[in-house]
């Protein structure tokens, strides 16, 4: 069954600008991940935030996680037309399996 | 350092053939599992296996569909008897030992069925 849902599902911005993304859960989670896929490509790991942080920066990335609401952003500064992906956000639930569960993501492009 | 490594990475299958697909974890990973993507969607969680152990296979297809990671080589993702609805990409990711850890994905197989 579907657990992150990403939202927007689609977003274009300007070069320079900053996207956030969205997502939400529906079940106890051990981990929520984002991850970006760009066209034709593997799935790169962007940063890994655990149940008990509730934000993490990483370079232009900053992901914050709100457990009581079930849902996680992401956001990017000062976009750049390489930022152009797909972000997939993922949760490691508290089943005991390592297993991932996937949203269908957020294609964001930058335009330059 | 040499990430996870999937082959091949196109394979082109007729109705009723056999896939196998590889992977190579990343070193000092112990934890591989598969997901399959269809266009557009998001990845759906197939298999977790550590070296000689199915740990959770709760998403793999009930019939011909099998895998395994051996205590030496690659892991192997294999479908017998194709079909046209088993098109898709297949990604295979690699974690360290120890729970919650991220996963490193490779850059996938894309499975066609003529």
């Known amino acids: 069954s579907q657990q992150g849902e990403e939202d927007p599902q689609a977003l274009s911005i300007q070069e320079g600008e900053n996207a956030t993304m969205n997502c939400s859960y529906k079940?106890?989670?051990?981990?929520l991940q984002w991850y970006r896929q760009n066209s034709g490509r593997g799935l790169v790991h962007l940063i890994l935030?655990?149940?008990?942080?509730r934000e993490k920066h990483s370079g232009r990335l900053r992901v914050t996680l709100d457990t009581s609401k079930k849902s996680s952003s992401l956001l990017i500064t000062a976009s750049r037309a390489a930022d152009t992906a797909s972000y997939f956000c993922?949760?490691?639930?508290?089943?005991?399996?390592?297993?991932?569960?996937f949203g269908k993501g957020t294609k964001l492009t930058v335009n330059p | 350092n040499a990430g996870v490594m999937q082959n091949p990475r196109h394979l082109v299958r007729r109705r009723g053939q056999e896939a196998r697909l590889r992977c190579s974890p990343m070193?000092?990973?112990?934890?591989v599992y598969w997901y399959r993507q269809l266009p557009e969607e998001g990845l759906k969680f197939m298999v977790y296996?550590?070296?000689?152990?199915?740990?959770?296979e709760s998403g793999m297809p009930k019939e011909r569909f099998s895998a395994e990671f051996p205590k030496e080589g690659p892991s192997i993702l294999r479908i017998q008897q194709v079909v046209r609805g088993d098109s898709a990409a297949y990604f295979c990711?690699?974690?360290?030992?120890?729970?919650?850890?991220?996963?490193?994905f490779g850059d996938g197989t894309r499975l066609s069925i003529l």
């Open positions: 990711a690699s974690s360290p030992p120890g729970g919650n850890q991220p996963q490193h």
């Open positions: 079940t106890s989670i051990n981990n």
């Open positions: 935030i655990r149940s008990n942080e």
């Open positions: 993922a949760t490691g639930d508290q089943g005991g399996s390592e297993k991932l569960v």
């Open positions: 070193k000092g990973h112990s934890h």
């Open positions: 296996l550590q070296k000689e152990n199915i740990i959770d």
